[in-house]
């Protein structure tokens, strides 16, 4: 299926929300308290932090499982592609990080706990960190690297899931999803539940695609009602686990597949420069936390006794999103020339 802008669109939405979420965890922690009692909790905590990253999952599988015969040799190639992607924007978000880690330590000499950590690794240990990190898709110095695996194996499933022979009746299909959900689910692991998530997109996909077996979808009232109950659900006391990711990424897809049935909401999504942006996201998602981590060990501790707090704060925001916007660019500039000279090696092979 090829790009659509309102699908971008809200990639990129979700992206923005956790970058607020990680600014404030990083920069002003104390704040998050105040959202956390109340009716109020969930606004920088489950319910647009997790949230909005489970709709990354959801949105990847509704991408991967595109119909098409099964080849082995091209299943082989789409996994290989996607590993390198990993790698490519895992090892240079966490080159940029440790090499900006000395460079802003060198010349403010006000290192935060994160670039410290580099520090104290010395250079030995931060060289084999790097090739752990960008190699094996590990999180020692990037948090958020974490679910680069999840990532890469949510994916690869889901390819394997559209290859299911045409022959197989969209009843079926979302039969088959919903048997290996129910069986991923029972495993209740932390590696298992993010494959469940990219199913859910799975599923997304064949119910966008057959859109006209939902004609309640297209009623005003059924959407608020859909939209209450999954509001609902998340105020639901349950542990951060896999059943609340899945919870989440339920809500997920009932809101993309709203969207799906309402052209004005798409026409407003569909409006510039969200839907650029949104191509954007996995650079954004790599390189934000090295960003804000290294403008926390420098301008922000320059600027925090000598400005008032109501400029400092601001000012870093915009500074780490413009910073973390023209980094991802360049990460899917650069990515985009080596995956183009690959293409036209592998070609002219052939």
Request: aromatic residues 16%; proline residues 6%.
């Amino acid at each position: 299926m090829r790009r659509i802008d309102w699908i971008d669109s809200c990639r990129f939405l979700a992206m923005f929300w956790i970058l607020i979420g990680h600014f404030l965890s990083i920069f002003y922690p104390s704040a998050l308290s105040l959202w956390e009692p109340g009716p109020t909790w969930w606004l920088f905590g489950g319910f647009p932090g997790k949230l909005a990253f489970t709709l990354y999952f959801v949105l990847l599988g509704f991408f991967a499982c595109s119909p098409k015969p099964f080849d082995l040799s091209r299943f082989a190639l789409y996994t290989l592609r996607r590993y390198l992607l990993f790698v490519f924007f895992g090892f240079f978000a966490t080159l940029v990080f440790i090499l900006g880690g000395y460079a802003v330590t060198w010349i403010f000499h006000t290192p935060d706990p994160d670039v410290f950590r580099i520090l104290s690794d010395g250079p030995q240990y931060n060289l084999i960190y790097l090739l752990r990190d960008g190699f094996f898709l590990e999180d020692h110095y990037i948090d958020s690297f974490w679910c680069m695996p999840h990532l890469l194996a949510a994916s690869v499933v889901c390819r394997l899931y559209g290859y299911l022979p045409e022959r197989v009746r969209p009843g079926l299909r979302a039969l088959i999803a919903c048997a290996l959900i129910a069986v991923l689910l029972l495993l209740n692991a932390q590696q298992t539940i993010w494959i469940c998530v990219g199913l859910l997109g799975c599923l997304l996909r064949l119910a966008m695609e057959h859109a006209d077996a939902f004609p309640l979808l297209k009623k005003p009232r059924f959407r608020l009602l859909v939209l209450l109950l999954t509001i609902a659900l998340l105020k639901i006391p349950i542990e951060e686990g896999p059943l609340l990711f899945f919870l989440e990424a339920l809500v997920d897809s009932t809101w993309m597949l709203l969207i799906a049935h309402d052209e004005r909401v798409q026409r407003f999504l569909s409006r510039a420069p969200l839907p650029r942006l949104g191509k954007l996201s996995m650079g954004i998602f790599v390189i934000h936390t090295p960003v804000f981590c290294l403008l926390r060990s420098s301008l922000f501790s320059l600027m925090l006794n000598r400005l008032p707090n109501a400029v400092t704060y601001p000012l870093c925001f915009c500074l780490g999103i413009i910073l973390t916007l023209l980094g991802a660019w360049i990460l899917h500039r650069a990515y985009d020339a080596v995956n183009g000279a690959l293409r036209r090696q592998t070609v002219s092979a052939r």
